[in-house]
């Protein structure tokens, strides 16, 4: 079965230092992954994807992920936190060959940045 | 460029009644995906409609129902509504149904069933 595993709750970060949001994944093939953020009232927005090609995927307000195949991980990293970037982050996966279209997601990470 | 629209904000109904939850996809999209969001969990994917018929579903009962119109707009229908139907759902719609395609989502509804 698809599943997604984002092992932290919660992550407090100083405000400048770096920081990293975990996300691990079991799916049947080739995945394609996503990251989300979702603000207090306010929806859903995409940050980044992996696809395919490079581990390295950079996205959004400065955002960036790295794919690790073998350890099956696509953690979310900023190497600077704002304290603006305190939010809900969600990680998400399909199967590749997942006839049914089926998006899984994270149970969500809260982020809080503190100045 | 216009981005996706959910109505109602909120909704509240009792027990067994049928609720109907209505969204505007982004314009040039074609693909809608529908999703429940209990509090504190992430989404749950309900189904997903592409060129009006239903081309994915998850593990939802079938008095979930959908539809999706020839302008791509999509309403949800829940039948028969259970109290732990109370959730936030969320509307997406994205360029294609290719499962590498980011999806654009709604403000959402909360709907609350008493």
């Known amino acids: 079965a698809q599943s997604v595993a984002q092992p932290e709750d919660q992550v407090n970060v100083a405000e400048g230092n770096p920081l990293t949001v975990k996300c691990t994944y079991s799916v049947s093939g080739n995945p394609y992954l996503f990251w989300y953020v979702q603000y207090p009232n306010r929806g859903l927005q995409f940050l980044l994807k992996?696809?395919?090609?490079d581990n390295l995927v950079k996205g959004s307000y400065g955002f960036e992920a790295e794919f690790n195949k073998s350890q099956t991980s696509f953690h979310l990293k900023k190497p600077s936190a704002l304290v603006s970037d305190s939010a809900l982050y969600f990680c998400a996966v399909r199967a590749s060959m997942d006839s049914n279209y089926q998006l899984i997601w994270g149970a969500g990470t809260k982020l809080i940045i503190k100045p | 460029e216009t981005g996706v629209t959910q109505s109602p904000t909120h909704l509240i109904k009792t027990r067994g009644q049928q609720v109907t939850l209505r969204c505007s996809s982004q314009s040039g999209h074609n693909t809608v995906s529908w999703y429940q969001q209990a509090l504190g969990q992430g989404p749950q994917f309900i189904f997903q409609?592409?060129?009006?018929?239903?081309?994915g579903r998850g593990n939802f009962p079938p008095r979930f129902s959908g539809l999706q119109f020839p302008n791509y707009s999509s309403e949800l229908n829940v039948n028969a509504l259970e109290l732990d139907d109370s959730a936030l759902y969320l509307c997406?719609?994205?360029?294609?149904?290719?499962?590498?395609?980011?999806?654009?989502f709604g403000p959402g509804t909360r709907l609350t069933v008493l």
């Open positions: 409609y592409y060129r009006e018929e239903e081309n």
């Open positions: 992996y696809i395919t090609g």
């Open positions: 997406a719609s994205s360029l294609s149904h290719s499962s590498y395609n980011e999806q654009f």
